[in-house]
T-cell receptor, first 114, second 113 residues
C-alpha cells in the first residue's frame, strides 16, 4: 500500500519569508496524483496545489509551488512571501490514477510569525 | 451553492449507541467519500461511493456502514459506537472516480465516551 510521510510535524516562518514543507511517498505505480491540502482552524480542507506524476514541470499556483522529484519520490511545497493567513495544517496526499483511495500524510503545522 | 454539507457538526455518544452522520452535496458530483481524521495522523478513507448505487470499502471500514441514498446524499452509520471511533469525520465529493479534486465538507467531531 502507498504511504505518505511528512517528517516535519511543525514549521514556522516569518511573515514575507519563504518556507518549504517536505513530503515523501512510497509507491510502485507510475501514474498517480500528488496534492497539498491546507486545513485552517475552521477544519475545512482546501486544495492548495496538485501535480500529475506524468508531468515533469513543477506545478505553481501564485505563491505556492512544488518541487516534484519522481525518482526520489519527493514532493515538497514552497510558500513564498508567507502571509498570516497561510498559518494552518498542511497535508500531503497521494492518489493512484485509477483508484479512489487517497492517502494522506500526518500533516505539518505551519506557524507564521508577524 | 453550499458545496458539501455535513450534519451534525458535533456529537457525543456513549459506548454502544448508534448514530448516522449525514452528508449532502449540491455540485452534481458522482463520487462521494467518508474519511476520519485522528490526531497525529492524516485523513484515512473509510468508505467511498464511485457512483449512485455503489459503495466500496476504503482503508479503515470496520465498525461502519454507508448508504448512498441518492446522487446527493451519502450517509455513514455507526451501529455500536466504540471509544476508538472518537474522531473528526469528513465527507467529500468529486465529479467522478477519475477526478483528481475532492471537495470536502466542514467535518463532524464525534466523541464516544
Amino acid at each position: 500500500a502507498q504511504t505518505v510521510t511528512q517528517s516535519q510535524p511543525e514549521m514556522s516562518v516569518q511573515e514575507a519569508e519563504t518556507v518549504t514543507l517536505s513530503c515523501t511517498y512510497d509507491t510502485s505505480e507510475s501514474d498517480y496524483y500528488l496534492f497539498w491540502y491546507k486545513q485552517p482552524p475552521s477544519r475545512q480542507m482546501i486544495l492548495v496545489i496538485r501535480q500529475e506524476a506524468y508531468k515533469q514541470q513543477n506545478a505553481t499556483e501564485n505563491r505556492f509551488s512544488v518541487n516534484f522529484q519522481k525518482a526520489a519520490k519527493s514532493f515538497s511545497l514552497k510558500i513564498s512571501d508567507s502571509q498570516l493567513g497561510d498559518a494552518a495544517m498542511y497535508f500531503c496526499a497521494y492518489r493512484s490514477y485509477n483508484n479512489n483511495d487517497m492517502r494522506f500524510g500526518a500533516g505539518t503545522r505551519l506557524t507564521v510569525k508577524p | 451553492n453550499a458545496g458539501v454539507t455535513q450534519t451534525p457538526k458535533f456529537q457525543v455518544l456513549k459506548t454502544g449507541q448508534s448514530m448516522t452522520l449525514q452528508c449532502a452535496q449540491d455540485m452534481n458530483h458522482n463520487s462521494m467519500y467518508w474519511y476520519r481524521q485522528d490526531p497525529g495522523m492524516g485523513l484515512r478513507l473509510i468508505y467511498y461511493s464511485a457512483s449512485e448505487g455503489t459503495t466500496d470499502k476504503g482503508e479503515v471500514p470496520n465498525g461502519y456502514n454507508v448508504s448512498r441514498l441518492n446522487k446527493r446524499e451519502f450517509s455513514l452509520r455507526l451501529e455500536s459506537a466504540a471509544p476508538s471511533q472518537t474522531s473528526v469525520y469528513f465527507c467529500a465529493s468529486s465529479r467522478d472516480r477519475s477526478s483528481y479534486e475532492q471537495y470536502f465538507g466542514p467535518g463532524t467531531r464525534l466523541t464516544v465516551t
